[in-house]
Every structure is written in C-alpha cells, then in structure tokens.
T-cell receptor
Framework: AQSVAQPEDQVNVAEGNPLTVKCTYSVSGNPYLFWYVQYPNRGLQFLLKYITGDNLVKGSYGFEAEFNKSQTSFHLKKPSALVSDSALYFC???????????FGKGTMLLVSP | DSGVTQTPKHLITATGQRVTLRCSPRSGDLSVYWYQQSLDQGLQFLIQ???????AKGNILERFSAQQFPDLHSELNLSSLELGDSALYFCASSVVDRLPTGELFFGEGSRLTVL
C-alpha cells in the first residue's frame, strides 16, 4: 500500500528565509506525488505535482518541490518565506488503484515576521 | 473558490443522532470524494463516487453511507453518531474517475461536533 510520511508536525521559519517541508513516500511502481495547502477554515488547495520528468517541480505561490528517487523524498521548498505562507501543508501520493490520494498527516508551517 | 460547495458549514448534534452532509461538485466534474479530517487521524479517505456509482472505499465506518445523485451532487449520511465522529468532513471533486495526473478540488468542509 502507498503511504507518505511528514516527519515534522511543525516548521518555524522567519520571513525572508528559505523554507523546506519534508515528505517521504512509499509506493510500488512509479510515484505520483502531490502537495496541497490548507489555510485556516478553508479546504485544501493544490500546489504542485510530480508525475514524470524534471526532478524539480514548480508550483503555485512560488513553491517548488524536489523529487529524489533514491531517497524516496518529495520535499516542498520556497526560497523566501512570507508570513502569508503560514498554513497546513499536506503531501499526498496517488494510490495503486488510481482512484484516490493518500495524504500525510500534515505539517504546520509558521512564518514569523 | 474551488467551485465545490458543501453544506452545512457547521453542525452540532448529540450522540446517537443521524446527520446528512451535502456536496455539490464543480461544474463538469463527475467524481466526488469524501474525506474526514481529525486531529488524531489526519485526513482519511472515506469513499468515492463516479457518475452515480461507487468507485472506491476507504476507511468508512458501517454507520456511514454515501450516494451520488443523477445531478451529481453527493450526500454523506452519518448515523448513530459517537463523540469520536466529531471532525471536519471534506468533499472533493475531479473530472475523471481515476487520478493518474489529475488533482482534486476541495470544498471548505462541514464541521461536525457531536456532544
């Protein structure tokens, strides 16, 4: 069965500094990986996805993610954090039956002014 | 705005009761997914419907059921409610029934509190 792990419950970073939110995955076959963001009292919003191709994937709001097959990781990154980036971030993997996404437990990102 | 509409936004009820949560997918989307979000379990997939038919089932309790109607809206029925059912219930939609490359569009959720 597919799974993702987000090892950090919370990440704290100062505004203007680079940020990384970690995700590792376990799949049989080719991984299809996603990042979603949830702002307070809102639903999840799609940020970016890795299907195939370049290991560095660019997404919405200046975020990017680096796919590393040897380390089975798909870390979310941003060169310069904004206070408005503070939110709950979810990593997800497509399941073997193609029908659903399996989400990690989420990482709360707090960006301080 | 994702285009997915969920009602009600908030619901408070008592143990043993039954509630119905409603979801209208984005225009043109045929697939509807239900997820439960709680502090201890995270985001758990419950069930998926595609064009009125059940497509996939996740960690959905027998006390819970869902359906998708001809107009493509979906309802999630929760019965014999327990305190542990208190959670945020999300509906999501997509165009296709399989997600090799696609993304899900989420509603803002229905927060259920069982007292």
């Amino acid at each position: 069965a597919q799974s993702v792990a987000q090892p950090e419950d919370q990440v704290n970073v100062a505004e203007g500094n680079p940020l990384t939110v970690k995700c590792t995955y376990s799949v049989s076959g080719n991984p299809y990986l996603f990042w979603y963001v949830q702002y307070p009292n809102r639903g999840l919003q799609f940020l970016l996805k890795y299907i195939t191709g370049d290991n560095l994937v660019k997404g919405s709001y200046g975020f990017e993610a680096e796919f590393n097959k040897s380390q089975t990781s798909f870390h979310l990154k941003k060169p310069s954090a904004l206070v408005s980036d503070s939110a709950l971030y979810f990593c997800a993997v497509r399941d073997g039956g193609y029908s659903t996404l399996t989400f990690g437990k989420g990482t709360m990102l707090l960006v301080s002014p | 705005d994702s285009g997915v509409t969920q009602t009600p936004k908030h619901l408070i009820t008592a143990t043993g009761q039954r509630v119905t949560l409603r979801c209208s997918p984005r225009s043109g989307d045929l697939s509807v997914y239900w997820y439960q979000q709680s502090l201890d379990q995270g985001l758990q997939f419950l069930i998926q419907y595609y064009n009125g038919e059940e497509r996939a089932k996740g960690n959905i309790l027998e006390r819970f059921s869902a359906q998708q109607f001809p107009d493509l809206h979906s309802e999630l029925n929760l019965s014999s409610l327990e305190l542990g059912d208190s959670a945020l219930y999300f509906c999501a939609s997509s165009v296709v029934d399989r997600l090799p490359t696609g993304e899900l569009f989420f509603g803002e959720g229905s927060r259920l509190t069982v007292l």
